[in-house]
């Protein structure tokens, strides 16, 4: 058995801070850079990683081929004449199409955040519209973006208010559309953006010369590249990702997480370090994006990396280490953000670790659940536990994230070094467990805290009752369970080290079934438990469906006291109904039933995970009209609320009987 400080002097920092640089090189923008899904430059960069995995001595490098929708971005410059001057403005782009024959003449107008209400009065048909939005606090791109496609314009071109890209008012930013690709969104500076508004000053609309070529190619072949170190155990995986397109140069996003993987793969084969089981290093495409018109249409990649090209993965991976943004600090500590499964495990592995390089102020934590945000989600429903370095914290996520300022002037070597330590660590005290590490108890714990039960009655009552009697049940045996599995495992790590290697092999052999069962359950309880509300947020079913009723019930109780402004506030927030305020029905209509109304391969990991839905799209808009006059009657929209409320028990009631009938199954019988 290798020492973990000989493990660790093998690891070359500057090797992958210059992979990093190395990847910046293919370009589908020759000024702004860009790596989309599907382009040449994903392509040459796929080509060169292969090569890169090929030189450091990975085994069986593969190319694996997915299909997603892909996108070139070629080129997006505006012009407009200024004080008998010619100015040129670089933008940035979304996945949609739009290609000029060179200059071509446009008209551009405002139209503030570009709402349905601020295009009363306003013609648009043909013309650019100039919007500023903040994706962070209000509302994603596609809504703005599709309310001015259908009022006619030709394109919106989008300003940064607050959200993203705050670094510079020269900042351009980019996101996935999660909208159709006709119609056509680019990203313009605040900078370059006060310049037409000035202009605008004096009248609604000005001339511009736009010379732009953005193409979406539908079902494209795009490639995975994945290289191995060989193990005693061929079939019993250890999975570690991270993507390689990116918008701009990409170079903490994600260029530093896959240079850290190839980093990490390059000390375990020159320390001469012979893992039990295979460890695979899979560089993922189209994580940013890579699906026409769907409000799942990142991590397309890794969705048909386990869906489509590897579904054997599953039952075999026991875990897939995710990498993102890890050579900066995100807040005060490190964190990995894991599965709920995985995070007794994780905090008993920090709690036995060397002293490593010190890069942040506080301890590293284990946080959990894993969100909707990168590739480890479409692992972990698949049936593969994970986790990633958590990368949401801090401020650059609102500063520089997806703008041309993610480059190396954030770089800090020793958060980069931390993770390196950190995550070669980890893989080698997961390569030395004879049964996947994964406790359910946290599963069961955090399901049984839901709030809300008490406005439940009759027989909904006792169910719930019963299942959250269940729940603690469960959560106790999951804990039994757990210490029987570490037993174990830590009796294979003692005969590894005694070097009985005989009877450390017979001990993993007869422990295989328990192997399988674990994994089997963990698949079980990404079916039954994990769900995502409208925003991505990832929850349980009943906590989803308890949040809706109290606030539908709230919003009665205000509505009888004819207070429609409370109930307005309280509306607001159930499902995606937000939207019924902003922007007009065929828009609100559009990315609702977009969710529900596609084939499982255009929704891809989010299929079956949003909750039934009700619409209120006409009785928001009816109480806003009668928000306007004194004693308005609301009899028939507390009638309506009251049977929305009627169907959200039913849906409560059916949850809750599948948990109690799979908690029965799998842990009580």
């Given amino acids: 058995m290798h020492t973990r400080e000989h493990l660790l002097e093998h690891l070359d920092i500057e090797y992958s ?57 070629k080129k997006a410059v505006l012009a407009v004449e200024t004080k008998g001057k010619r100015r040129e403005f670089q933008l940035g782009a979304y996945q949609t199409d739009f290609k000029t024959d060179g200059f071509e003449p446009f008209s551009l107008t405002y139209v503030g955040k570009g709402t349905e209400k601020d295009y009363e009065g306003r013609e648009v048909q043909g013309k650019l519209v100039l919007v500023d939005i903040n994706q962070r606090d209000e509302w994603w791109i596609n809504y703005p973006v599709y309310q001015a496609h259908l009022k006619g314009a030709k394109a ?28 056509a969104a680019f990203s313009i500076s605040r900078k370059d953006a006060e310049v037409l508004k000035e202009l605008l000053k004096e009248k609604e609309e000005i001339q511009v010369f736009f010379d732009a070529d953005s193409q979406v190619m539908p079902s494209c072949t795009t490639y995975n590249i994945c290289g191995r170190i060989p193990g005693k155990h ?143 989600f479409s692992m972990a429903i698949a049936g593969i536990p994970s986790m990633v370095n958590d990368f949401t914290g801090g401020s650059f996520m609102e500063t520089h994230y997806h703008s041309q300022f993610d480059n190396d ?162 509306l607001y927030q159930v499902d995606n109904n937000a939207y019924a305020f902003m922007f007009d029905e065929d828009v609100y209509n559009h990315f609702t039933d977009y969710v529900f109304h596609q084939p499982r391969e255009r929704l891809k990991w989010g299929y079956g995970r949003i909750m039934e839905h009700e619409k209120l799209y006409t009785l928001v808009r009816s109480l806003l009209e009668k928000e306007k006059t004194a004693g308005s009657d609301f009899e028939s929209e507390i009638l309506r609320l009251k049977k929305v409320c009627e169907k959200q028990y039913t849906l409560l009631e059916k949850y809750t009987d599948k948990i109690t009938e799979v908690l029965k199954e799998t842990y009580l019988n």
């Avoid at 990396?305 to 280490?321: C, M, R, S, Y």
């Fill in 234 to 376: 061929p079939e019993r995986m250890i999975l570690l990702s991270a993507h390689y397109d990116s918008y701009f140069s990409g170079f903490q996003d994600d260029n530093t997480a896959v240079a850290l993987m190839f980093g990490i793969a390059k000390s375990l084969l020159e320390s001469g370090y012979q893992p039990n089981n295979t460890i695979v290093f899979c560089a993922m495409a189209a994580e940013e994006w890579g699906v026409i018109d769907s409000d799942f249409d990142w991590s397309a990649g890794a969705y048909e990396q386990i869906f489509t090209a590897h579904p054997e993965w599953v039952g075999k991976v026991i875990a897939d280490l995710n990498f993102e943004l890890p050579a900066l600090a995100h807040g005060t500590r490190a964190r990995i953000r894991s599965c709920y499964e995985y995070v007794r495990y994780l905090e008993e592995f920090l709690s036995n670790l060397p002293l490593l390089t010190q890069a942040y102020p506080e301890e590293t934590k284990i946080t959990a659940p894993i969100e909707t945000w990168s590739d480890d």
């Fill in 409 to 570: 002037d954030y770089y800090d070597e020793q958060v980069y070094r931390l993770h390196h330590e950190l995550f070669l660590l980890l893989i080698c005290e997961l390569d030395q467990t004879a049964v996947v590490p994964l406790c359910f108890a946290p599963v069961m714990s955090r399901a049984g805290k839901f709030h809300g039960a008490e406005a439940a009655k009759g027989v909904l009552s006792k169910k719930l009752d019963v299942m959250k009697q269940y729940l603690k049940e469960a959560e106790k045996k999951a804990e039994q369970d757990y210490q029987k599995v570490q037993e174990q495992n830590r009796a294979y790590r003692r005969l590894l080290k005694e070097k009985r290697f005989e009877e450390a092999e017979e001990l993993f052999e007869s422990l295989r079934p328990l192997e399988q069962k674990q994994l089997a359950n963990f698949k079980k309880e990404q079916d039954t438990f994990v769900r995502i509300d409208w925003y991505g947020n990832v929850l349980y079913p009943h906590e989803i469906l308890l949040k809706n009723i109290r606030l539908l019930e709230d919003a009665i109780e205000d509505l009888e006291k004819a207070e429609v402004s409370k109930a307005l506030g309280r």
């Fill in 17 to 73: 801070y210059k992979l990093a640089r190395r990847m910046e090189q293919f370009r589908s923008n020759e000024v702004l850079g860009y790596r989309p899904a599907g382009s040449q430059a994903e392509f040459k960069t796929g080509e060169m990683l292969k090569k890169e995995m090929e030189s450091i001595g990975l085994s069986q490098v593969t190319k694996d081929a997915v299909t997603v929708d892909g996108w070139e971005f």
């Fill in 156 to 183: 919106l071109i989008a300003v940064q208010d607050g959200g993203y890209g705050e670094i510079d008012n020269e900042a351009l930013n980019a996101q996935d559309i999660a909208g159709p690709s006709d119609a």
